[in-house]
């Protein structure tokens, strides 16, 4: 894998290369194995190795980028020269900033005290197809003791990702990561987990596959019920689905381009007073680089306190645009908050290390239940989408384990719901949570989020298994 | 290139594959955008390297590497030969392959003009002389536009003696207009959402598009929609714009198609399918006038999925996949064939780059014209009552592909063979064969537009897919509609 020494001798080569105001170069790589498994067997397999650097020019308020994986000096020299091409040929932005420096960066920390725990562990690096196919040959085990068939992976890979300018300005995160997800699938039911780590220690097959067998044994015969209102509680795969939506609305840019759900309602109570979120990329059960696309800190932010919104995160360029706008003095503090994509973008910035804070009183999922007269227990949501943007109505489907609760009790499995729900009206009606876990689904990014307990969550349709 | 290819494979034998096959990629891409009367993006990327794929033991290993040199290639090579070997570990029988006679072959997209020949300061002016029409018009709060070129060439050979190059060249453009106001964020894309329209051409495609043309019109229409009533909800007659009908057919036809679903082995992550291998020949998939195929043949056009061979060297073909509403066919590779009992594969297993394995995809799959000449206003003036949609806003499909909801940007009232007032927020669900076998209408071969779905997600690791979908505007009969706002 790229050092941190060997990306830095290239971007020297990349600096004598170019004839632009300013240079950055962002490196990013690694590699990546992948053991899956369906129908009990291992049918796919595979490993790459991969590395490349982004090089951004920027002369006079234009700027490009151009990227490659091939690191030799000729190919540096073109990348080079392909992003200074499409910079120089456009219309200057006065907007646009000067590349940061080390300064400016380290004036923007808030709180040096927090940095991110270690996130690279050599063995989860190490892991060999050998390691994942016997903990695959585990999940395979389990699937036939309980007559199911299973399908899943078992991943593990190293990354770096790392960030020189021409002013100064440099930083580098190497990271491993793990994952096991695995289905069970019984005649007409099914069950699902997953988690991941930067350490393959934290991941336990044998429970990940025990948890989704139950599921699937437990929904057998699912029960057609009709669509309408329920009381829902939702595992916390189930909440990070749905609720990782409107993230992307958490940002400066969005609130410019009045295309965010929060244009005119920071400051207001938009969600019941239990909710509060904070963006924390020093969280220790939070992952990746601790800087943005333009080599700021990330900084923790809060965004959600008491329900109310209170704050939104700033790429630099957005900072300094929005405190010249009308919507300027109606979005709580504006500052460069270490969010920001890498430039040139039109999205702006978004949090990304997302955590919910801890319920006053924590209830586990069992405990909902248990006081829950009649309702549905949801384990995933799966094919999210977004039917109105500002009212932030999403719809989706229910997946792999959906139950229906009666005086206290999972009762049986029933058919899966689709559902066109309101964030809004979802994060109002939160009536009990769990203690905030890291999650991991397919629709939206990985969270620290608690299970939910919701009511009136808006089912509108059944289908037919 | 053959001599890094023959390196792999020469290596693979040495080492007891029972198959293998490798291929070199070397993509570059272009991708400009603009927002609001300023740049947006402007990048360029390339992406070089190889991945081998072996049998050994009777089981599938793949490695890839960016590292075109000797001694990684011969590693890539071996890493592939010890993940096979692992697998072989959780098995139960071994990988059987249909037969494919192999082939020396060269390929290349047609087209016109290499869109990478073109001036960039022109591309940035045509975008923003669009971006300047859209924000012409009062009310129009964000404008977005973007253009995308692709060139990939890929070299592929196999133990069996297969060696084919290939060249594919893809242009997409497309943009849309936002309008703010009150509670509601309305907007208007052309000519497709969420990128616009995408084909295997040239430079060509974005004069063809006429994209400056109708870009005040586009405007115009995201922010009447303030003003226009909400959609109703109950059950209704609607007309489908073919946009809209391309993306309904890869939701809930190309997808479930597809084998590997079918046989379980995306069931963790993308799904499985209704269509079991009992409907095959039986199932009522439409109505006597749905007719779709996958055809990845040049001659069916210049589709996202088409293509002169395979990436495990199968030539494009054609497969009748529903037959006068008939299900007929699955998409298929030379490891799944067998499964349905064919003696071919149908030539749809494609990966995202050198560094993924290749796997099930859609190609073209498209729906027939009607046979009888059929404008898309005289559908409408053949209808009574009912909503005409256009362009999508919304998608969503449960994971065996029988439930689904579609939001679109904009619908008009049917009353009377007219098309009236203008419908915000219209919606429509079902069930997959429920909604095929009400289509009775199809519009005529000149209102059929080979539309272009760039970023098809599927697979672990996720790979993203263009696939191409064939339609003209349709009819359906007794669907139920505004299901996406009841209740909110």
Avoid at chain 1, 104 to 133: N, V, W
Avoid at chain 1, 173 to 186: D, F, G, K, N, Y
Avoid at chain 2, 102 to 114: C, F, G, K, L, N
Avoid at chain 2, 191 to 215: C, H, R, T
Wanted: proline content about 4%; aromatic content about 8%.
């Amino acid at each position: 894998m790229l050092s941190q020494d060997q990306a830095a001798d290239i971007f020297e080569r990349i600096r004598k290369h170019s004839t632009a105001d300013e240079v950055e170069a962002l490196f990013y790589g690694g590699s990546l194995a992948l053991t899956r498994f369906a129908n009990n067997v291992i049918h796919q397999n595979v490993a790459e190795q991969n590395e490349g650097v982004s090089v951004r020019t920027s002369f006079g308020g234009r700027t490009a980028r151009a990227s490659t994986n091939k690191l030799d000096d000729e190919s540096l020299e073109r990348v080079v020269h392909a992003s200074e091409n499409l910079a120089r040929v456009q219309q200057p932005d006065a907007d646009l900033l000067a590349m940061p420096d080390r300064r400016e960066r380290d004036q923007a920390i808030s709180d040096p005290t927090r940095i991110p725990p270690q996130r690279y562990f050599a063995e989860t690096a190490a892991t060999s197809p050998e390691q994942r196919a016997e903990a695959v040959g585990k999940i395979v085990k389990v699937a036939e003791q309980h007559k199911l068939i299973t399908a899943g992976i078992f991943s593990n890979s190293e990354f770096i990702e790392g960030i020189f300018n021409s002013r100064g300005l440099s930083d580098w995160h190497m990271q491993t990561s793990a994952e096991i997800s695995t289905t069970m699938l019984a005649g007409d039911s099914s069950g699902w987990q997953k988690a991941n780590s930067p350490d393959a220690r934290n991941l336990d097959p044998l429970a990940l596959a025990e948890t989704a067998a139950r599921k699937a044994i437990d929904s057998a015969s699912p029960r057609e019920v009709a669509p309408g209102k329920y009381t829902v509680i939702l595992e916390p795969a189930a909440v990070l689905d749905i609720v990782g939506f409107m993230f992307w609305d958490f940002g400066g840019q969005a609130i410019l381009d009045e295309r965010s759900f929060l244009n005119n309602r920071i400051g207001t109570q938009l969600f019941g007073r239990n909710i509060n979120v904070t963006d924390d990329v020093t969280h220790p059960l939070q992952s990746g680089a601790p800087f943005d696309g333009e080599g700021m800190r990330r900084q923790r932010v809060p965004l959600v306190e008491n329900g109310i919104v209170k704050r939104v995160v700033y790429a630099r360029g957005t900072a300094g645009r929005m405190k010249k706008s009308e919507h300027g003095a109606k979005v709580g503090p504006v500052v460069a908050t270490g969010h920001g994509f890498s430039l040139p973008n039109e999205m702006g910035e978004m949090p990304s290390n997302i955590v919910f804070g801890a319920p006053q009183n924590p209830q586990t999922v069992q405990e909902m239940i248990s006081a829950t007269d009649r309702g549905m227990l949801v384990t995933r949501l799966w094919y999210i989408r977004e039917v109105d943007p500002y009212e932030k109505i999403l719809t989706g489907m229910t997946r792999d384990g959906t139950f229906l609760i009666e005086n206290g009790r999972v009762r049986a499995g029933v058919r899966n719901f689709r559902f066109n729900e309101s964030l809004i009206h979802m994060l109002s009606n939160v009536e009990a949570m769990g203690a905030p876990v890291r999650a991991s689904g397919e629709e939206s990014f990985d969270m620290v989020v608690p299970a939910m307990k919701v009511r009136d969550f808006n089912f509108t349709e059944v289908t037919k298994f | 290139m053959n001599e890094i290819l023959g390196r792999a494979l020469n290596l693979a034998a040495q080492r007891g594959a029972s198959y293998a096959d490798a291929r070199i990629v070397d993509d570059r891409s272009r991708s400009l955008a603009t927002k609001n009367g300023k740049l947006g993006h402007a990048s360029d990327a390339e992406s070089q390297g190889i991945g081998v794929r072996v049998i050994a033991d009777g089981a599938w290993g793949f490695a890839a590497s960016k590292d075109l040199s000797r001694a990684v290639v011969e590693d890539t090579a071996a890493r592939a030969l010890a993940i096979a070997r692992a697998s072989a570990r959780v098995k139960q029988e071994d990988v059987r392959l249909a037969p494919e006679k192999a082939v020396t072959a060269e390929w290349a997209t047609p087209y016109r003009i290499d869109p990478f020949t073109t001036s960039i300061e022109q591309n940035l002016d045509l975008l923003l002389r669009i971006d300047a029409e859209l924000r012409a018009v009062s009310g129009v709060t964000l404008a977005e536009t973007s253009m995308n070129f692709k060139r990939e060439d890929s070299w592929f050979a196999s133990s069996e003696g297969a060696n084919i190059h290939q060249t594919k060249i893809s242009t997409g453009a497309g943009y849309a207009a936002y309008a703010f106001a009150g509670t509601e964020i309305m907007k208007r894309s052309y000519p497709n959402s969420f990128g616009g329209q995408w084909q295997n051409k040239g430079y060509e495609l974005i004069d063809e598009l006429k994209l400056v043309e109708n870009a005040r019109r586009v405007a115009e229409e995201a922010v009447a929609l303030h003003q226009a009533a909400q959609c109703p909800g109950g059950v209704s007659t609607i007309i489908l714009d073919s946009s809209q009908l391309g993306l309904q057919i890869h939701e809930s036809i190309g997808h479930p198609i597809e084998l590997d679903r079918v046989l379980g082995m995306e069931a963790n992550f993308a799904g499985t399918s209704f269509l079991t291998l009992d409907k095959l020949g039986r199932l009522r998939y439409g109505s006597e006038l749905v007719n779709v195929v996958a055809d990845a043949r040049q001659e069916h056009g210049p589709g996202l999925g088409t293509f002169g061979f395979d990436d495990e060297g199968v030539p494009a073909q054609c497969t009748p996949i529903i037959t006068h509403g008939l299900f007929t066919g699955y998409l298929s590779s030379r490891e799944t064939a067998h499964i349905i009992g064919a003696n071919r594969s149908g030539g749809t297993l494609r990966a995202e780059c050198w560094n993924r394995l290749p796997m099930i995809r859609m190609t073209n799959i498209s729906i027939l014209p009607g046979e009888k000449p059929l404008a898309l206003e005289q559908l409408i003036a053949d209808t009574d009552d009912g909503i005409y949609m256009e362009t999508n806003k919304s998608w969503s499909i449960d994971d065996k592909r029988y439930n689904f909801q579609f939001g679109c940007e904009i619908g008009w009232e049917i009353k009377k063979g007219k098309r009236g007032r203008m419908l915000k927020n219209p919606s429509y669900s079902g069930i997959t064969t429920e909604f095929w076998n009400s289509m009775d209408a199809i519009c005529s071969r000149d209102e059929w537009t080979l539309w272009g779905t760039p970023n098809c997600g599927k697979g672990q690791p996720q790979q993203v897919m263009g696939t191409g979908h064939g339609a003209s505007p349709a009819r359906f009969r007794g669907i139920k509609v505004g299901s996406a706002y009841r209740g909110n």
